[in-house]
């Protein structure tokens, strides 16, 4: 008996062997303790939230017993918040935004979904460079869009604008990028960027519409070693930002995030009169009001990326003891490294699970061979994985 | 050019025009000043959030410091959140329901979206008794459903079962049902919602597959005079309720909702795992966290109705004195009177938009003839507007 959609019944499936490797986690966390056990799978940040949080919470106490303080607002989010973001997105973006070149959106992912929702006709096509976060696939589907992942260069991840040329057919709408990178750890630079505006503006004119460059930057904020992010609205007419504050503020179970319009965008209003309508008819109706006001107090504030560059240079000298090659991520908290040895990804995540570390087998974002690592964690979580690498790549290499 | 999808691009033109009559509003209150406006379009509570909210914030202010205070959870929400809402609804609505029956959403709307992403094919169907709440519409459409309006007996606006089961075919996949209603404020009585589910139980046994009967319940705790909300799940084995704290805890813009799965469904460990795999998939990933902390704490708790009630009896009595018919309403906040004189729905909010007052035309609803008022909002607005009502009524009959 069919009680669930065959497209969703399918997702389950395909979803299911990394919920193996989740749950065989879970058991090997309750046989031998959590703290026995080194999980690399997850991007769930430990850093506390950033110290305005508890201040703005604080303040937020005092005021809401106030009719209307946690009450419905306009679908693209309060005025106000909007109005901050603004001021925000015009200093990273380069480009003067104002409050009605903003929604706020439940999250990057429901900004993505709010943005696909709004100018995915059914078939259309979504092209991202390959590894990619998961995610995707799912999102472009939930609207009858279709994910087309097109490999980047190796061994650095980098974009290879031919491939990205040639796969664009007459249904592509949306070109994603997603920088710096999950899961590689990759950000795009300048030059690769005005290669892939070029590359969208001939296509759009061959195929006679626009095709949008989405740059979903969930990672912004993490960056390493003075790397540039380089802002994208300045680069094509049809550009969008999508972000969110789930990292910089450690902030991800409130779920607030955004979509910017390039203000030089022809019918821009448009644009965003749909995704305001679908921001409200996907039953998001508003990103969450607390969310909103953490977000409009913090802004402009990080967590310490100095952190993260430590545990990602730990991390670094345990893979090059195990004799494992990787491209140093420039940003965000993942490694995405080559598999050693003679077995496969599944094989090799099968290896390191034996010596209690958990990893994510690279063909969960489109590319076998390799295997993805968080390093969100705990310096001494990592160190303590150094062995257990070094005896998964030994009998690797047999 | 084509900037967003057909189907967004006409999501915005068909809503157009309660957009005019909004519009129209804000400007008769930037001419006159708000207070010179009775404004009865938007349900939005002016009740304060219940004094645990506040409570509840400031304990968190002093908690969130802790590393994953604010972080990742299970889709489903907080283990801790679930339990609560589990043993909260195993008494309301009278089955032993456990967490695992419960996923935490983003308000009733995404826990609809969730719900259609989840069961429907590509041109499946959803029943509703009309008129009804007009973004049932776009919620189905989202994912290529259609929704079938059946109209409900006049002038109560009961459930006219026999069309219900007339409208029902090969493809109807939900028949969903909203009690206390909007926009009639019609509560369904237990021997409607048993005949209800003897019916879909025969049509689900004539076309050989489960059809569910979904109970939209944001409006469960706000009901008069003693009038009872029969427990769904108890009635049809594919029973679903679908609630939310906007109203209870007047908590409207933090998006905190719930699905509830009938624990004596055949497969509802599928179903559940398809809502869960769809709150992810979706974008929503999980309902915001600091929501969910204020639901768990302040759950059992609700707003005053006494206090809608007397707001009811007051527009009751404005509209009487003004010779206009209505249903009295039983459960949530709103009129859905029949429209005086020779005029139609939109030109009767025509005229009451020249006495200062805005209405939603019955038309938004699925119902031309007839008109909306909500009365969540001070009883003095109310009674400011008795003369407006009568000036009205009284052009409408000439």
């Known amino acids: 008996m069919q009680v669930i959609s065959k497209n969703v019944s399918d997702g389950i499936q395909s979803a299911s062997w990394i919920r193996r490797m989740f749950e065989a986690g879970i058991e090997l966390k309750q046989k031998y303790g959590a703290d026995q056990v080194c999980d690399f799978t997850l991007g769930n940040p430990d850093l506390p939230p950033v110290p305005d949080v508890a201040r703005t919470l604080q303040k937020l106490a005092g005021e809401v017993q ?85 490999s980047s260069r190796l061994p650095d991840f980098s974009l290879d604008l031919d491939a990205i040329e040639s796969a664009i057919t007459a249904r592509t709408r949306v070109v994603l990028v997603d920088s710096p990178n999950n899961p590689t750890g990759a950000v795009y630079n300048r030059s690769e960027l005005t290669g892939l505006a070029a590359v969208l503006a001939r296509a759009g004119a061959r195929f006679g519409k626009p095709i949008y460059l989405v740059s979903d930057e969930p990672y912004r904020c993490l960056v390493y070693d003075g790397t540039e992010v380089p802002p994208i609205l300045p680069l094509h007419r049809f550009s969008v930002v999508v972000g969110s504050f789930s990292k910089s503020l450690s902030l991800a179970g409130e779920r607030i995030g ?59 000298s345990l ?74 790549a030994t009998r690797a290499a047999r």
């Not at 893979?319 to 991520?329: H, N, Q, V, Y």
């Open 66 to 150: 106030q009719p209307f303080s946690l009450g419905y607002m306009p679908n693209a989010g309060l005025p106000s918040t909007r109005q901050r973001l603004a001021e925000h997105l015009t200093c990273e973006q380069q480009v003067p935004l104002g409050a009605a070149h903003v929604v706020v959106t439940c999250g990057a992912a429901g900004g993505l979904n709010v943005l696909f929702r709004t100018v995915l006709e059914d078939g259309d096509e979504v092209l991202c460079p390959s590894p990619y976060f998961v995610e995707y696939g799912f999102y472009a589907g939930n609207y009858g869009g279709k994910l087309v992942p097109v």
């Open 258 to 316: 955004y979509i910017a319009v390039n203000p030089a965008m022809p019918q821009g209003d448009e644009l965003l009169a749909g995704l305001i309508l679908c921001n409200r008819i996907l039953g998001y109706v508003n990103a969450p009001v607390i969310g909103q006001r953490l977000v409009e107090a913090a802004l402009g504030v990080t967590v310490d990326a100095g952190i993260y560059r430590k545990r990602r240079d730990a991390m670094a």
């Open 319 to 392: 893979l090059r003891d195990a004799g494992i090659e990787f491209a140093l991520p420039k940003g965000a908290f993942y490694f995405f490294p080559r598999v050693p040895g003679r077995v496969d990804d599944l094989e090799f995540c099968r290896l390191l699970l034996e010596e209690r570390i958990l990893a994510v087998p690279g063909r969960g974002f489109g590319l076998p061979g390799y295997f993805r690592l968080t390093y969100c964690m705990d310096e001494a979580v990592i160190r303590r994985a150094a062995q257990g690498f070094k005896n998964a």
